[in-house]
């Protein structure tokens, strides 16, 4: 399946087989994952926020971190590579860098992906 989000311009493809492939699993089993990975985003992203509003730049980049890791093994690419970014810029403690609308065109990536 392929997702077009209107506001970030980021196209996503959700292919299955795919990431069965490269996980060596059963196709069957994907839509567990993908089901996990929303539900497990919503702590990710609750303690991001919360982490993006004290400014804790170390504690940005390891949320960042963890979402990338879950989406990059889903092969969710557009995912992974804005979770990359903060990640950097967390690390860094780079002050210039927008998290906050980086957070936003994130949660909104994972909000268009349907729930299996």
Same mark, same amino acid.
């Given at each position: 399946?392929?997702?077009?989000?209107?506001?970030?311009?980021?196209?996503?493809?959700?292919?299955?087989?795919?990431?069965?492939?490269?996980?060596?699993?059963?196709e069957?089993?994907?839509?567990?994952?993908?089901?996990?990975?929303?539900?497990?985003?919503?702590?990710?992203?609750?303690?991001?926020?919360? &982490?993006?509003? /004290?400014? +804790? #730049? =170390?504690?940005?980049?390891?949320h960042?971190?963890? *979402?990338?890791? %879950?989406?990059?093994?889903?092969?969710?690419?557009?995912?992974?590579?804005?979770?990359?970014?903060?990640?950097?810029?967390?690390?860094? &403690?780079d002050? /210039?860098? +927008? #998290? =906050?609308?980086?957070?936003?065109?994130?949660?909104? *990536?994972?909000? %268009?992906?349907?729930?299996?």
């Amino acid at each position: 399946m392929t997702l077009h989000h209107k506001e970030t311009g980021y196209i996503m493809t959700v292919n299955y087989s795919e990431i069965a492939e490269a996980l060596k699993i059963p196709e069957k089993h994907i839509p567990l994952l993908i089901g996990s990975f929303i539900n497990e985003s919503v702590t990710i992203f609750e303690q991001l926020s919360e &982490a993006i509003a /004290s400014q +804790d #730049y =170390e504690k940005i980049g390891l949320h960042a971190h963890s *979402l990338k890791g %879950s989406a990059a093994n889903l092969r969710l690419t557009p995912i992974s590579d804005l979770a990359l970014t903060m990640e950097q810029a967390g690390k860094a &403690a780079d002050t /210039s860098y +927008d #998290y =906050e609308g980086n957070y936003s065109e994130l949660k909104a *990536l994972v909000d %268009s992906i349907p729930q299996p």
